[in-house]
C-alpha cells in the first residue's frame, strides 16, 4: 500500500483529497501538512511513496518544496493539487507524476494513484518520468500531464495537432511536422500529410489495390502512396493482411 502526503494551507481542501484517497484500496497512511514548512519536517521523519502539493501556500510554495524534496535520499513521487491552470509547465520541469486540478474528480484521482503506482514499480524508484517524455495539454478548459507512450496517434489540425489516446483526444498547439521532427526517435512515423503514428500501436496494415491504411485499435488511417514502401519496412511484412 502507498503511503502519501498532503500539503495544503486550506484544511477543507486535505479534507477532501483525505477523503478520496482513503476510499482507494490501494493508499495506506495519509500524513497532512498546513504548509510546505511542517511537511519539510514531516517527511524528514517519516519517507512517503507519493506527495500530493499544493501550489499556491504562503512561506514554502509547492513548487519550493518540490525542489527541496529534490535533495532528499527517498524521494517521494509528486502530484501538483491545484486551481492554477498555468503551473503546468513548471510542473512538467519539475517533473511530476501528475498535475490536478481543483475540484478535483474522483475518476481522476484514480488514475493519478494508478500513475504513482507505475512509478514506484520501475526499477529506479526515484526516478521520475522524462521530461520529454510527458507533455502538457488541455482538456475542457483544463490542464493535464500525459505520457507521451499514451498516445496511439496524432492528427493535424491547421497549427494544431490533435492526439488520440485509447479514452480520450488533446488539442496541443504543436504543428504536426514538429512533433514528427521531435519523436522520431520515440517509434512515430508520419503516414499521411494528417498523421502521425506510434508504430507500437499499429495492428496491421491493410492493402486494397493502391490504397493502403492502418489499423490502430478501433480506428483506420490513411496511408499516402509515397510513404507506403517506408512504412512497409518499418512494420515488416508479418503485419500485413489484406481486407477481408
Given at each position: 500500500m502507498i503511503s502519501v502526503l498532503i500539503a495544503d494551507d486550506e484544511q477543507p481542501a486535505i479534507d477532501e483529497l483525505a477523503y478520496l484517497l482513503g476510499h482507494d484500496a490501494r493508499i495506506g497512511t495519509i500524513h497532512q501538512a498546513p504548509s510546505g514548512a511542517e511537511a519539510v519536517r514531516l517527511l524528514t521523519r517519516e519517507p512517503v511513496d507519493a506527495a500530493f502539493l499544493d501550489i499556491h501556500m504562503p512561506g514554502l510554495s509547492g513548487f519550493d518544496l518540490a525542489r527541496a524534496l529534490q535533495r532528499f535520499e527517498q524521494r517521494p513521487a509528486l502530484v501538483f493539487v491545484t486551481a492554477d491552470e498555468e503551473g503546468a509547465l513548471e510542473a512538467f520541469d519539475l517533473a511530476a507524476v501528475d498535475y490536478l486540478l481543483k475540484p478535483v474528480r474522483a475518476e481522476r484521482l484514480e488514475r493519478s494513484v494508478t500513475r504513482i503506482v507505475e512509478s514506484l514499480g520501475q526499477p529506479a524508484r526515484a526516478e521520475p518520468p522524462a521530461p520529454n517524455d510527458m507533455i502538457a495539454v488541455t482538456l475542457g478548459g483544463t490542464v493535464r500531464m500525459i505520457r507521451r507512450d499514451e498516445v496511439r496517434y496524432a492528427q493535424a489540425q491547421g497549427d494544431y495537432t490533435r492526439l488520440h489516446t485509447d479514452d480520450a483526444s488533446y488539442l496541443v498547439r504543436i504543428p504536426i511536422s514538429?512533433?514528427?521532427?521531435?519523436?522520431?526517435?520515440?517509434?512515430?512515423?508520419?503516414?499521411?500529410?494528417?498523421?502521425?503514428?506510434?508504430?507500437?500501436?499499429?495492428?496491421?496494415?491493410?492493402?486494397?489495390?493502391?490504397?493502403?491504411?492502418?489499423?490502430?485499435?478501433?480506428?483506420?488511417?490513411?496511408?499516402?502512396?509515397?510513404?507506403?514502401?517506408?512504412?512497409?519496412?518499418?512494420l515488416g511484412s508479418a503485419t500485413i493482411r489484406p481486407r477481408s
Open positions: 514538429d512533433l514528427e521532427r521531435q519523436w522520431a526517435d520515440a517509434g512515430f512515423v508520419r503516414v499521411h500529410r494528417s498523421y502521425l503514428v506510434s508504430l507500437a500501436a499499429v495492428s496491421r496494415l491493410r492493402l486494397t489495390g493502391e490504397r493502403a491504411c492502418l489499423v490502430v485499435g478501433q480506428v483506420e488511417l490513411p496511408v499516402s502512396r509515397r510513404l507506403l514502401p517506408g512504412l512497409r519496412e518499418r
